[in-house]
């Protein structure tokens, strides 16, 4: 049963949360602050985190940029907050998606079930291995190397790189990508393609200021094609 690690120091909105999503079948660890939280993402490894961004000890931005740099996990961010800078911030550090208070209890059950779905990974017997421009991705193994030295990519970028090397030459709106990548019924907005992209450039370009595989389309997307140098 698939585990979500749920961040939430305000106790009514907690049980109701767990209550909810231990009916949809999860597993449910509860956390009441940051550090907690962090110390049981670490050591449980769950499927997936519901963070909230106020949060005592160590804020959910903290933890959000630090569980990032340790691990791919899809995080669901939530925030009190009407700034839409913090939600900017989130997405910034990594979360895979914010929902502000008060929110529906049911929007957000969909966003998880949104969430895991795409991040299902189960094995696959559909490798498939992909030369571009001295790109490679191998699909079975989501393994990328470029001039023989292997890449770190986390999954999103993994999905997003490959969607544009599949469809090498076409510029793809932002819209498509995220319905490609992200999934059709994923509720966020544009900014996370242009996030994603920005971290993608910084891993595979020599020069992201300069990108030779990652063309800007103004005014639609993204396309992947070799500039000229």
Known sequence: ????????????????????????????????????????ARREQPDMVILDIMLPRLDGLSVCRILRKESDVPIIMLTARQDEVDRIAGLELGADDYVGKPFSLGELLARVRAIMRRTDRSPTNNREVLDAGGLKIDTGSRRVWRGGGELSLSQKEFDLLTCLVR????????????????????????????????????????????PLYIQTVRGVGYRFDLAQP
Request: hydrophobic share 40%; proline share 5%; charged share 30%.
């Open 1 to 40: 049963m698939p585990t979500i690690l749920l961040v939430e120091d305000d106790p009514t909105l907690s049980e109701a949360l767990r209550y909810n999503l231990e009916r949809e079948g999860y597993v449910v660890l509860p956390a009441v602050d940051g550090v907690t939280g962090l110390e049981i």
């Open 167 to 210: 469809n090498r030459g076409m510029a793809l709106s932002r819209d498509v990508l995220l319905e490609r990548v992200w999934g059709y019924d994923f509720l966020g907005d544009s900014r996370t393609v242009d996030v994603h992209i920005r971290w993608l450039r910084e891993k595979v370009e020599t020069d992201p200021g300069k």
